[in-house]
């Protein structure tokens, strides 16, 4: 069974930056694609950003573009989520996910989750 743990959370002021980690109890194979899912109170989940664990080609939702850098350290199975320049909208509870089969925004098609880190971005 596959762990995915997230850390890195936080209140934030808008303009500030912050890094979520999520760090994966087993190793991640060249196939797998792993992503940052996020859901605000009342809304649907959605895709944030994925990486391809063996390219490292990443892909991102056109609000976060520009601001938000996705990465891995294969090594430490972990994933980052890099985001600057963060905006109130961006509130929201910040999902990881894992999946077999590769490059998706669809939730459903994700695997195994985090259990979620709150951000909350407000002056």
């Known amino acids: 069974q596959v762990q995915l743990v997230e850390s890195g959370g936080g209140l934030v002021q808008p303009g500030d930056s912050l890094r979520l980690s999520c760090t994966a109890s087993v190793r991640a194979y060249s196939s797998h694609v792993m992503g940052w899912f996020r859901q605000a109170p009342g809304k649907e989940r959605e895709f944030v950003a994925c990486i391809r664990w063996g390219t490292g080609r990443t892909y991102y939702a056109d609000s976060v573009k520009g601001r938000f850098t996705i990465s891995r350290d294969s090594a430490k199975n972990t994933m980052f989520l890099e985001m600057n320049d963060l905006k109130p909208e961006d509130t929201a509870v910040y999902y990881c996910?894992?999946?077999?089969?590769?490059?998706?925004?669809?939730?459903?098609?994700?695997?195994?989750w985090g259990q979620g880190t709150q951000v909350t971005v407000s002056s």
């Open positions: 996910a894992k999946n077999w089969r590769g490059y998706s925004e669809i939730p459903t098609e994700y695997d195994y």
